[in-house]
């Protein structure tokens, strides 16, 4: 009888948690489009809202004389490779925090804080600097091939060295892993230098342009880049939620409830490589967005899986989406490197969770 | 009565260092195996060798009759649950969610009703419905250790879909517990083993262990020292033998079972004075 009582309460415990979701995903789809619609109107040429409507139906419908008009070309060649960029790119760094932070059941790990995107970038500015001179004619042919697959292989390289060297016995220290984080990172920017030093005058530009993180390079063609590679990864990471969620419990109890363990963390591990290699190779470092947004998504929705990861996609690409329109609003007509203000906002948002950490941080 | 779990000479090497060696046993359906032994005997690393957890160098294991390293995860977690010395949480799930994670891989084909049947089921037999809403992290020791009781309970109900056929592990369930809820606990666990599950547990808890066990194992260095009837294998010689105090007495009105307490040190304390 008791069983009965206490049945209608665990459902409600599990029916708000479903509404909550549901009410999160409504709201940040709202925003995100309400944003996307600010986003495309604001630049050097102001456009009307209704304007951008106008436009996008017309580019939806095929209406020819929408298609014609500046606005139209301003928009959909420029503006909009943009807004995709940003979503695809914020979601990705978002998916691959919350991965990182389920894989290392942590919530301070970041691909940007522990090294990942400083070994993508390494990686990137090692084809751009020695690329041609390695790989001759087919890298300068070949260049949004080479240049993700080498971001890639950095990340991939990053997270499996930073892997190794923080665990032992299937438990992973925290503490190791942020100073190893540290270490790859010093390493990864020295080398990083030391390809600026013996880069020409473009290769020069082009460096700094990937460590410090930038939109502004968006076209159609690195959508079409990174679209097939940051895609599958957001469709394919809520097949793990359920996993992740068993992992937080310890390795050896996620494969007592029957989850395969080691297939899990290479899945995540690969997913983190390619999200973070395609993101770097597309816009350069952008931090704190993997910390910053799985971290929110905590505080209001919980820490499961299944409602984290994907409402973590959306707020990393509202969010981004938002530092590109402040990013190329504030010093117009000059534009402030992304990676810059994410930086601003995060790094003090990251001091913040230090001071206020509790039992869940002390791991 | 029918053979459930069966290990056969299993032991693990770390170069000379052998935490187990040569054990065989083997567990009815319906059967409470307790183990028990002093500080390193090996018990833990038992345990892990027979959930499957850790891979015997030497030896074979047969859950049902099959090769226990044969039997993939997800089908072995139907099988069995293992509850696991205290483990923390980094991230602040609620009880209700940390049990409705024993059932998310298990029970994924069950009905959601069905589901929170089980979910409700296993606070309940825990005691800790009324902290279904709490956050994990805020619970003392021996409330998230109830916590972990729940979730295995819940998975072992969710795996009975599909298989009768289940084992319980407890590695020192009771640890942080008072004494009301250690005796629950066991009884709860003891409430399974009537419905047939096959529950093997390390205690601590000489007395506790009489009480609930069926038959006793008692590890010592590494390998099995005695395996029988409580009443046969902890007796005043063996307790003194293999924890080295001489501790244990029989006692009145407990059906023969020995009694063994620490204030039995006073007496000898006593007696030694006196001589």
């Known amino acids: 009888m008791t069983i009965a009582a206490e049945a209608p309460s665990i459902a409600g415990l599990f029916a708000s948690r479903r509404r909550r979701l549901a009410i999160g995903v409504g709201l940040f789809s709202a925003l995100l489009v309400m944003l996307a619609v600010v986003s495309l109107g604001s630049g050097a040429v102001k456009i009307a809202p209704g304007q951008v409507m106008r436009v996008m139906t017309g580019w939806v419908t095929g209406d020819g004389d929408v298609l014609a008009g500046r606005d139209a070309l301003i928009i959909l060649s420029i503006r909009v490779p943009r807004l995709v960029l940003a979503c695809l790119i914020g979601a990705a760094l978002a998916v691959s925090g919350a991965l990182m932070q389920g894989l290392f059941r942590n919530p301070l790990a970041d691909p940007g804080l522990v090294g990942v995107s400083s070994g993508a970038a390494l990686a990137a500015g090692f084809t751009i600097v020695l690329g041609d001179r390695i790989f001759g004619t087919v890298a300068a042919q070949m260049p949004f091939v080479l240049l993700p697959f080498g971001a890639f292989l950095g990340g991939l390289a990053s997270t499996l060295i930073l892997y190794a060297v923080a665990t032992r016995h299937g438990r992973t220290s925290v503490a190791i892993m942020l100073l190893a984080g540290v270490a790859l990172g010093a390493f990864a920017g020295a080398l990083t230098g030391l390809l600026a030093f013996v880069s020409d005058d473009r290769q020069l530009r082009d460096l700094t342009f990937w460590s410090l993180g930038s939109l502004s390079g968006a076209s159609w063609t690195k959508v079409a880049t990174v679209t097939p590679l940051i895609l599958p990864v957001l469709l394919a990471v809520p097949f793990l939620a359920r996993g992740l969620n068993a992992l937080l419990l310890g390795e050896a109890e996620a494969y007592h409830l029957g989850i395969p363990v080691q297939a899990l963390k290479r899945a995540a591990i690969l997913m983190v490589a390619v999200a973070v290699g395609a993101s770097v190779a597309a816009a350069g470092v952008i931090g704190f967005v993997g910390i910053v947004v799985p971290h929110l998504i905590r505080l209001l929705f919980g820490p499961d899986h299944r409602v984290l990861l994907p409402l973590s996609a959306l707020l990393g690409a509202i969010l981004l989406t938002g530092a590109d329109l402040l990013a190329r609003t504030m010093v117009a007509p000059a534009e402030l490197p992304i990676g810059i203000l994410t930086a601003a906002i995060g790094a003090p948002f990251f001091l913040w969770l230090l001071l206020r950490r509790d039992r869940t941080l002390d791991a | ?275």
């Open chain 2, 1 to 275: 009565m029918t053979t459930l779990l069966e290990a056969d000479r299993i032991g693990v090497a770390y170069g000379r260092h052998k935490p187990v060696d040569a054990v065989s046993l083997s567990v009815d359906a319906g059967e409470v195996l307790v183990v028990v032994g002093p500080n390193g005997a090996g018990k833990t690393t038992l345990l892990k060798l027979l959930t499957g957890e850790l891979a015997p160098s030497t030896g074979t294991i047969r859950l049902d009759g099959e090769l226990l390293s044969a039997i993939p995860a997800w089908k072995l977690a139907s099988q069995r649950a293992v509850m696991a010395q205290a483990s923390r949480l980094a991230f602040p799930f609620t009880v209700a969610e940390v049990v409705r994670i024993g059932i998310d891989s298990v029970g994924r084909a069950l009905a959601r009703t069905m589901r929170e049947r089980i979910i409700a089921g296993a606070l309940d037999a825990a005691d800790i419905a009324h902290l279904a809403a709490r956050s994990y992290q805020t619970l003392s020791g021996g409330e998230q250790q109830r916590v972990q009781f729940a979730r295995t309970f819940a998975q072992l109900k969710a795996g009975r879909t599909s298989s009768l056929r289940q084992v319980l592990f407890l590695d020192e369930p009771v640890a942080n517990l008072d004494l009301s809820h250690q005796i629950a606990l066991m009884e709860s666990a003891a409430g399974l083993a009537r419905t047939g599950v096959a529950v093997i547990a390390v205690l601590h808890d000489l007395n506790l262990a009489t009480t609930f066990a069926d038959r006793i194992l008692v590890m010592s260095g590494g390998g099995l020292h005695a395996l029988g009837a409580p009443g046969a294998v902890i007796t005043r010689a063996s307790v003194r033998e293999v924890f080295g105090v001489d501790l244990c007495r029989e006692a009145d009105g407990t059906g023969g079972l020995p009694v063994v307490l620490p204030q039995h040190y006073a007496e000898m304390r006593l007696e030694r004075g006196a001589a």
